[in-house]
Structure formats: C-alpha cells, structure tokens
C-alpha cells in the first residue's frame, strides 16, 4: 500500500526519506532517519521496530546490506515486510519478504533505494530512482522530485491519501518533519507544498534550537 525512497546526498551528508501510501498516517509508521548513520523504510504490514533496528546496526558499523542481512535473520514475519537502507557511504540494500502484497518491486543505486507494494505497475521503484539520480540540489527537493516520479509513472493501484518527508542533517533531531496523513487529494502535492514553505525556515529553525539569542526573528505578529 506504499511506495517510498531513502537517500543519501553525497555533497552534504545528509540523509532523507519520503513516502506515500493509501493507509493514513504512513510516515509515522514507516519514515526513520538518523543524522550521520543513514536513513531506512520499513513498510507493508509495517513493524515500526525494524527502522530502528536497522539504524542501531549501522550507527555501530554495519553497512546498509549488512544491518538488513541481520535485521532479516532475526525478526519475525519478516515475510510480510519491505525493508529499505542506506547508509553513509551511500550503500543501499532493500529486503522484499515473500508475501508483501500485490504488485511489489524494488530498485537501488548510489545513495539511494526505492521500493512499494501494492503498485500500478512494477516500473515505479526503477523510475524513482531514476529520477533522483538526475535530480541536483537540495536534498528535500530530490526527494519531492522522485515522489512526484514514481506518482507519474503510476503510483499505487489506487489512490494514495498520506503521505511524508523526512530529513536528518547535522544534528540530533530531524531537520524537517512534513506530514499529511490523509486528504482525498495529493498528499504528495501538500506534503511539497508544506516544503516549499519550510524549506527557507529550516536552518533558522536549527539556530534558534542551538543559539536563540543570535537566531533570526520570528517574523510573527508580536514578535519584538
């Protein structure tokens, strides 16, 4: 019922992920991402607990491949799951478990792997990919282009109603966090609209986390 990317970019360091699903409220479920360890999908009859797992196995060393490998051998039902990775040196590994749901597939590259279940057609993932490796610029911006790809090319077999975008930089917490989880129109659409907002904000954001007195102003009504 989903189909989503995890990515790397090379000139920043920095990890993302983005996904889209006819289930409500798919990225709290399914969008993990660490600053500095990589970023990871967990999707199709989800258990939430594999992107963490995965994510500790590659903050203490494990390549994408491996922490997936690892992961796969010792979580249950993982026959029902599609688990994505990559990690910070942009290797990427996906497991597609034997009874993940309807039309499924998978693609991977540098920096990046796609997957989904549940697809109008098996080309979705390699036409993410595709998209994101011809893609420059920000980080979230490739993300938004490669969503809006595999939508083109034919999204899932029905229609999707959530939908999230997820980014990790340099420190602790995510640097971004967008989410619509449900509309009857393009979540995708208002999750890049919420980006294109969000986007000019971001590093303000980390600066008055880190160093409110030298942060920029709120540029609210009442704001000194």
């Not at 983005?18 to 399914?30: K, L, T």
Request: hydrophobic share 45%; proline share 5%.
């Amino acid at each position: 019922m989903t189909f989503s990317l995890v990515a790397r970019c090379a000139e920043t360091g920095m990890f993302g992920m983005a996904i889209s699903s006819s289930s409500p409220a798919v990225a709290a479920r399914c969008a993990y991402a660490r600053a500095g360890v990589g970023a990871v999908a967990s999707q199709n009859v989800t258990d939430p607990r594999l992107g963490p797992a995965t994510l500790d196995l590659m903050e203490r060393g494990r390549s994408a491949r491996d922490a997936v490998c690892e992961v796969v051998s010792t979580a249950t039902h993982i026959e029902y799951r599609q688990l994505l990775a990559v990690d910070g040196s942009g290797r990427s590994a996906v497991h597609s478990g034997g009874n993940v749901l309807g039309n499924w597939n998978e693609a991977q590259g540098t920096n990046v792997a796609a997957g989904g279940n549940l697809l109008a057609n098996d080309g979705i993932p390699a036409a993410i990919v595709a998209a994101f490796e011809a893609s420059t610029g920000h980080l979230g911006d490739r993300l938004i282009a490669s969503m809006r790809a595999g939508l083109d090319a034919g999204g899932e077999a029905g229609p999707v109603h959530s939908a999230g975008l997820l980014l990790v930089d340099k420190v602790e917490w995510p640097v971004a966090d967008l989410r619509c989880d449900w509309t009857e129109q393009c979540p995708i659409q208002a999750v890049a609209t919420a980006w294109d907002i969000y986007k000019p904000q971001l590093d303000d954001y980390v600066s008055r986390a880190l160093n409110p007195s030298a942060a920029p102003s709120y540029g609210v009504p009442g704001d000194a």
